[in-house]
């Protein structure tokens, strides 16, 4: 069984729409993220999030929203595509929010290539 | 803000060849992890360092944690066809749980 597992695993899509990115961690782990990387290969935290805190990165449009609807599941939701969307998004978990014994600790699905055309 | 820089950028060897890569930041840390992206895959967790000068090895692989809290090395003996990839070091900042990533280091094993 997959620990973290996304879908889908190619998504295109015309500029304008609105599409959403799934995933799911069956580790029983308390935090979800989102990350994005570009073309060169850079890393970037979009959202982390358990049930007590969504931590956004200040530089992610508000057309980006992470949804919830229990602790095994972080879903993207992305209005209105941009051409510069066009990126592999990957969700990750871990087990609380990366403090003491577990910190750095990821776990990543196996991402999400978005192309905008 | 934070700065830390990884290289080489890329590394073209020969199967069988040893590989050596860094980090270095610009500021003191007591956690560095290397991560290591299959083509087509998400990042996988490698090692973890957590105490200054640590040494740890995970089979063929090997990492340091600088005793001066600003560097970390990796290390790979004898690679294989399935080393290719992209490693990354990461950073774990205590003061808001947040982890800096470096902009990795491609390994290309020539034919």
């Known amino acids: 069984d997959t620990a973290v597992s996304q879908t889908p695993k190619y998504l295109v899509t015309q500029m304008g729409n609105d599409k959403s990115i799934k995933c799911e961690q069956n580790?029983?782990?308390?935090?979800m993220y989102w990350y994005k990387q570009d073309s060169k290969k850079f890393l970037k935290i979009m959202f982390s999030?358990?049930?007590?805190?969504?931590?956004i990165n200040e530089t992610v449009p508000n057309r980006f929203s992470p949804k919830s609807p229990d602790k095994a599941h972080l879903n993207l939701h992305i209005n209105s595509l941009e051409l510069g969307d066009s990126a592999v998004y990957f969700c990750?978990?871990?087990?609380?929010?990366?403090?003491?014994?577990?910190?750095?600790?990821?776990?990543f699905g196996s991402g999400t290539q978005l192309s905008v055309l | 803000g934070q700065q830390l820089n990884q290289s080489p950028q890329s590394m073209f060897i020969q199967e069988g060849e040893d590989v050596s890569m860094n980090c270095t930041s610009s500021?003191?840390?007591?956690?560095w992890l290397w991560y290591k992206q299959d083509p087509g895959e998400g990042p996988v967790l490698l090692i973890a360092?957590?105490?200054a000068g640590e040494l740890t090895s995970n089979g063929r692989l090997t990492a340091q944690f600088g005793i001066t809290r600003k560097d970390s090395f990796l290390n790979i003996s004898a690679s294989i066809p399935s080393d290719v990839g992209i490693y990354f070091c990461?950073?774990?900042?205590?003061?808001?749980?947040?982890?800096?990533w470096g902009a990795g280091t491609k390994l290309i094993i020539k034919p």
């Open positions: 990750a978990s871990s087990q609380e929010a990366l403090r003491e014994v577990n910190r750095g600790k990821l776990f």
């Open positions: 580790l029983g782990h308390d935090t």
């Open positions: 999030y358990n049930n007590k805190e969504l931590i």
């Open positions: 500021s003191i840390f007591n956690t």
């Open positions: 360092l957590y105490k």
């Open positions: 990461v950073l774990f900042m205590d003061s808001n749980y947040q982890l800096i």
